[in-house]
Structure formats: C-alpha cells, structure tokens
C-alpha cells in the first residue's frame, strides 16, 4: 500500500488551493466546525458555567462546545450541557445561527430550559450558577458570542418574533464588547 501524499493546489474545477492527494486525486476539503450551545433558562434566571479549560479559563459561558459526529445539533446542545453542568434539558427553539470566520466555526444556540433544578460544575466547569440577567457579570463573559447570545436571548424573552437571529451588524466574533481583540481561539 502506498503512503499518503498530498500537496496543496488548485484543484481544476476550484478557486482555493486545497491538499490533493499526488497519487489519485483525492481532494481533502476542510470546513467549518460546528458548535452547539443553549441559553438555559430557569425560574427567570440563566445557567453560566465558569470554564475550567483554555481558552478563556476562569471566565463565565454558555454551556457549548464542538458537535460530534453522528449526532444532532439538538442533541449536541444536550450533552454538552450535561457534560459542563450536569443538567438534562428541554430544548425550546433555535435562538441563533453564528459565524465566527477567523476560526472557521458556525454557532448553532438554542432556548432551552432545565428539566429539574438540580445541577453542579462537570470536569470543564470550576462553577455553574443561575444568575438573573441584571446580574450576569457581563465583564466575564468568555466570548463574543456568549454576549450575543445573552442579548438575544433577552430580546425573545421580550417577544421578539421566533426566528434565529445572526451576528450583530458587522461583527465577526474577533472583538468583545469592551474593544479587546481575540486571538486564534474561540468557544
């Protein structure tokens, strides 16, 4: 068997330079990753775990992470929010669909509620709490989409029509609210 080779080019049918395999052609495309996360919403109050991982250790987030393989968006959102706060959820509705370019991410967040009160820190969380929104510490929040989503959320609370809102005008995810920048790292 012959060892894989590839080299970066430009495919015939194509614009982008991609890695093509030298002995038959094939074409190994990257794409976006997908991450899936929920606003969890409880008696009023918001779930935010505080991050236990790079990138962003100590800093508040939505229960999110990396789609696997197999599974779907909605299920994704659910395991990844017993993964990080030991919860089981009642998904409501797709809040948002996000774009972060510069790490080639795609955000899938969803309302959700907790099926029972009960939840704890899980191994990517140093704490979970529910906090009521005018007490959310804004300042900590991990990403720029945790504030977009936190800010969507309050306007479907409000009654806002039921379709999934998008990035703010303009924004990308590479600068917080308060003008820091981002590096290469992203929820």
Known sequence: MTEPSFTRRVPGDDERARDICDHCGFVAYENPKIVVGSVV????????????????????????????????????????????????LHMDRLLAVYSVPRISQVQLIYRARLADPSFSPGPESLDVRLFDPAD????????????????????????APPVPFANPQGASGSVMPNGERFGTDEM
């Open 136 to 159: 959310i510490p804004r300042d900590e929040l991990a990403f720029p989409s945790v504030h977009w989503a936190l800010d969507h959320d309050a306007e479907a609370e409000a009654g």
């Open 41 to 88: 919403r409880h008696e009023g109050r918001i779930l935010l775990c505080r991050r236990a991982i790079e990138p962003r250790r100590g800093f508040w987030t939505i229960p999110a992470g990396y789609l696997e393989l197999g599974e779907t968006p909605e299920d994704g959102a659910r395991r990844e929010a017993a993964e990080e706060a030991n919860v089981r």
